[in-house]
């Protein structure tokens, strides 16, 4: 089914008012499962930083690590619309950094798209992009390459003015050429308004119900990492605790030489 999904089919889906899922995934087991289960668009997210890499941010991540992962989940999910997160920096020396290396996630990792963090200062690269058959997603609101100077992870478009700000860079980066946004960090009637604004769909995180879509980070949704978790993120299963029980498991039955046992053994 999925590949015959392309950027037209998710403006159709808002036209008739149903929901977009799209969820975060950075391998290939977990690509398969994800597409198998009905996931529209499968984000290789610069998350993989810190949710996979183990980074304390998205900062570090490189584009070589990115293009990677991108090209794991094409192999687990292969008729899949994929979408590649440009890492930091991958983008925003100048026009030209930005255009060969999206062009890069087409050609090598077989990505259908890109997103990248996007402000008014974007829209040349966007419709650079875009003029050029590279389809891209934008993402606006909480934004987490910017996490050094904003000093850390906050929730924007709370006042009426900033609202208005966010509607008209949204408005800005659709008149580019983005084909769908996705909105970060936001109340949930800033979300509904930029949403009302445009005819592309909107994806929200942290952004409200209202929001053409939703996306969330796999491992949050799966909640394999026992600690903190966001308050946009809904845990749909404890894997940490499944996993953690089979890996004593396993330790217990080695130690007690219960591992391998005659099914486990050639004769
Ligand atoms: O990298 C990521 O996972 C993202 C989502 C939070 C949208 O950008």
Same mark, same amino acid.
Do not use: F
């Given at each position: 089914m999925a590949g015959k999904i392309n950027v037209g089919t998710f403006r159709r889906m808002k036209e008739r008012g149903e929901k977009i899922v799209m969820l975060t995934a950075y391998d290939a087991p977990t690509a398969a499962l994800a597409a198998a289960a009905g996931v529209e668009i499968l984000l290789v997210g610069d998350s993989m930083s810190n949710t996979?890499?183990?980074?304390? @941010?998205?900062?570090?991540?490189t584009l070589e690590q990115s293009l990677h992962h991108c090209a794991a989940v094409r192999r687990g999910a292969p008729e899949a619309f994929i979408v590649g997160d440009m890492p930091f920096m991958s983008y925003e020396v100048s026009v030209e950094q930005g255009l060969a290396n999206a062009a890069r996630y087409l050609k090598?990792?077989?990505? @259908?798209a890109v997103k990248i963090e996007s402000s008014p200062g974007s829209v040349p690269l966007i419709e650079r992009m875009v003029d050029c058959g590279i389809p891209v997603m934008g993402h606006i609101g909480?934004?987490?390459?910017?996490v050094m100077v904003s000093g850390g992870y906050k929730i924007t478009g709370r006042s009426e003015e900033d609202a208005a700000k966010l509607v008209e860079t949204a408005r800005a980066l659709e008149k580019a050429g983005i084909f769908s946004l996705v909105l970060e960090g936001m109340p949930t009637a800033t979300g509904a308004q930029v949403s009302a604004a445009l005819k592309i769909p909107t994806i929200g995180i942290g952004a409200?119900?209202?929001?053409?879509g939703q996306v969330q980070v796999v491992t949050d949704l799966l909640g394999l990492i026992d600690g903190f978790l966001p308050k946009h993120a809904k845990r749909y299963v404890e894997l940490h605790k499944v996993i953690g029980e089979a890996f004593s498991q396993y330790v217990a039955d080695v130690k007690n030489s219960d591992f391998p046992g005659p099914e486990n053994s050639f004769s």
């Open positions: 996979i890499l183990g980074y304390e @941010n998205t900062l570090p991540l090598e990792a077989g990505c @259908n909480l934004m987490p390459h910017r409200g119900v209202e929001c053409d």
